[in-house]
């Protein structure tokens, strides 16, 4: 009985990780999507403003750096990996719902 239960569990995590991926790609990707959106944008604020993107981006890529290189250094480990599966499991069970309510993602 417990095996069967940790099957199930399996399933279930897999199910709402696949829906998530899902979910997010097809939200990303279609006509209109986020894609689209955030490359706009990024591309009005390049065209606009191109001076104040150098400087930003440099600065992302520095303090990047700096971070990775201190965590590694202190040999600090990370709980992302999990946090990331727990949100795209969440995203999962929206979509799903969404499907599930609406009849559409």
Same mark, same amino acid.
């Not at 999507?33 to 191109?50: C, E, H, R, S, Y």
């Given at each position: *009985? =417990?095996?069967? +239960?940790?099957?199930?569990? !399996?399933?279930?995590?897999?199910?709402?990780?696949?829906?998530?991926?899902?979910?997010? !790609?097809?939200? *990303? %990707?279609?006509?209109? &999507?986020?894609? &689209? =959106?955030?490359l706009g944008a990024f591309w009005d604020v390049q065209t606009g403003n191109p001076v104040v993107a150098i400087p930003? $981006?440099?600065?992302?890529? %520095?303090?990047? =750096? @700096?971070?990775? #290189? /201190?965590?590694?250094? =202190?040999? /600090?480990? !990370?709980?992302?990996? #999990? +946090?990331?599966?727990?949100?795209? @499991?969440?995203? &999962?069970?929206? %979509?799903? %719902?969404? +499907?599930? $309510?609406?009849?559409? +993602?």
């Amino acid at each position: *009985m =417990k095996q069967i +239960l940790i099957y199930v569990q !399996s399933f279930v995590v897999i199910v709402l990780i696949l829906a998530g991926i899902g979910g997010v !790609s097809y939200h *990303m %990707f279609k006509d209109g &999507g986020w894609l &689209g =959106k955030i490359l706009g944008a990024f591309w009005d604020v390049q065209t606009g403003n191109p001076v104040v993107a150098i400087p930003v $981006t440099i600065a992302v890529l %520095f303090i990047g =750096k @700096m971070w990775y #290189d /201190h965590n590694r250094a =202190k040999g /600090h480990t !990370s709980r992302a990996p #999990d +946090l990331l599966i727990y949100i795209v @499991m969440a995203a &999962g069970a929206y %979509f799903l %719902f969404r +499907l599930a $309510t609406e009849g559409s +993602l």
